[in-house]
């Protein structure tokens, strides 16, 4: 696949973050579809922050964090502290800090930089096509496909290729509270690509899949281990446990699992509940209520049907 030409425009390179001169750019994915702004960060500190801010989530803190480390270089700053602190900023993925790492490594080696940074973009491209490839694969003419979160780049190329070898299904979208990225940017996305899909509320997953729409639940993962456990987005291990009571196969797609963590290892974030008394900045709760957010489930595996990665389902 030639770059980026398939992605939706939300996943474009140059749409989730650019260096123009000393200035990394950011897509503000908290704004997304109403208005396209950008976060401009100078260091890969800003950068950090914006991560965990959410200014960007899902795949985007990974090419955040590759630009990031790009302009570090380039400023002539420490790349070794840049590489500390991005790795830090999202905690429960491991694939931005394993990345990074590797990256470093090589460079301490001898390799450069710039030629780094490009070809782990081309990297992922290349292991994005190979995934959605199997992805693709499993999708039926006529399936319900229930996601979660912002599935990025596999699970939106695997129903477009599904499509495009005449095998259409029907996505239905959770909106993902609090920050809604299955209303801006899932539905959205789909939507561009000529997929057709619904958008639903975070508790309707259960009543759809007993009236027998959903034949499929597939999701992102932002870790799998390599005992087959599945960490992602919170609201996902509801969906398996409903999904494994109606008899509805569980995939989750994998770039890279992580051999070296157990489930006892994975540091499990949890989120300031007061974003969860807002949305869109907008207060949905009173002062005086206390909120909890945990930000992300994790799936055992005798919940997975099967991880979706290049070599095939496994």
């Known amino acids: 696949?030639?770059?980026?030409?398939?992605?939706?425009?939300?996943?474009?390179?140059?749409?989730?973050?650019?260096?123009?001169?000393?200035?990394?750019?950011?897509?503000?994915?908290?704004?997304?579809?109403?208005?396209?702004?950008?976060?401009?960060?100078?260091?890969?500190?800003?950068?950090?922050?914006?991560?965990?801010d959410m200014v960007t989530q899902g795949g985007g803190p990974l090419e955040v964090a590759l630009n990031a480390l790009l302009l570090t270089y380039r400023n002539g700053d420490d790349v070794e502290e840049a590489v500390r602190v991005l790795a830090a900023s999202r905690p429960t993925n491991t694939t931005m800090s394993r990345t990074l790492c590797g990256i470093m490594e090589r460079y301490r080696s001898g390799e450069d930089m710039e030629e780094l940074v490009a070809g782990t973009f081309?990297?992922?491209?290349?292991?994005?096509?190979?995934?959605?490839?199997?992805?693709?694969?499993?999708?039926?003419?006529?399936?319900?496909?229930?996601?979660?979160?912002?599935?990025?780049?596999?699970?939106?190329?695997?129903v477009y290729k599904a499509a495009r070898d005449g095998r259409r299904a029907v996505v239905y979208v959770p909106e993902t509270r609090?920050?809604?990225?299955g209303a801006r940017l899932t539905e959205p996305s789909l939507r561009a690509l000529g997929i057709e899909c619904y958008l639903i509320t975070d508790a309707m997953n259960a009543h759809l899949m007993a009236e027998g729409k959903v034949d499929k639940v597939m999701t992102a993962a932002d870790l799998v281990l390599s005992d087959r456990t599945v960490v992602n987005k919170v609201g996902t291990l509801s969906d398996a446990v409903t999904a494994r009571y109606y008899g509805i196969p569980y995939y989750a797609f994998c770039l890279s699992p992580d051999t070296s963590r157990t489930a006892d290892d994975i540091v499990m974030e949890e989120r300031d509940g007061e974003e969860?008394?807002?949305?869109?900045?907008?207060?949905?709760?009173?002062?005086?209520?206390v909120a909890l957010y945990p930000a992300f489930d994790m799936i055992r595996p005798e919940l997975v049907s099967g991880i979706i990665t290049r070599e095939g389902v496994i």
């Open 178 to 181: 609090p920050y809604l990225q």
């Open 276 to 289: 969860v008394k807002r949305m869109m900045g907008v207060r949905t709760a009173s002062d005086d209520a």
């Open 1 to 52: 696949m030639p770059g980026d030409d398939l992605y939706p425009p939300f996943l474009k390179h140059r749409n989730i973050s650019r260096i123009e001169g000393n200035v990394l750019y950011i897509t503000d994915r908290r704004k997304l579809p109403f208005s396209h702004e950008e976060v401009a960060c100078r260091s890969a500190s800003e950068a950090a922050s914006a991560i965990k």
């Open 122 to 158: 081309s990297y992922y491209d290349r292991l994005y096509d190979a995934v959605s490839d199997t992805g693709s694969s499993l999708i039926s003419d006529g399936d319900g496909i229930l996601t979660r979160c912002f599935p990025e780049h596999t699970f939106l190329l695997s």
